[in-house]
């Protein structure tokens, strides 16, 4: 995040793109977040909906689910 999220996305995109975690709901949550932080809400929201569905923590789902609508509007 010292040079933006832009170089954030890039790294987190890279340990997507490996492939182990894929199921890991915190990896989806952290690409979402830096998604919307960059404008790029419709692929926030796709990268929001996986962390949603990975959650297993009702509190961690509320949140992620707060930060979906805030995308979708």
């Known amino acids: 995040m010292a040079e933006g999220p ?23 949550a952290a690409r979402a977040d830096l998604l919307r932080r960059i404008g ?11 962390a949603i569905a990975l959650a297993s923590n009702d509190r961690e789902r509320d949140y992620l689910e707060r930060r979906l609508r805030e995308v979708r509007t």
């Open 40 to 50: 790029s809400h419709d692929e926030a929201a796709k990268s929001y909906l996986r």
């Open 6 to 28: 832009s170089a954030a996305l890039t790294i987190v995109d890279a340990l997507a793109d490996a492939g182990d975690l894929e199921n890991y709901h915190l990896l989806h």
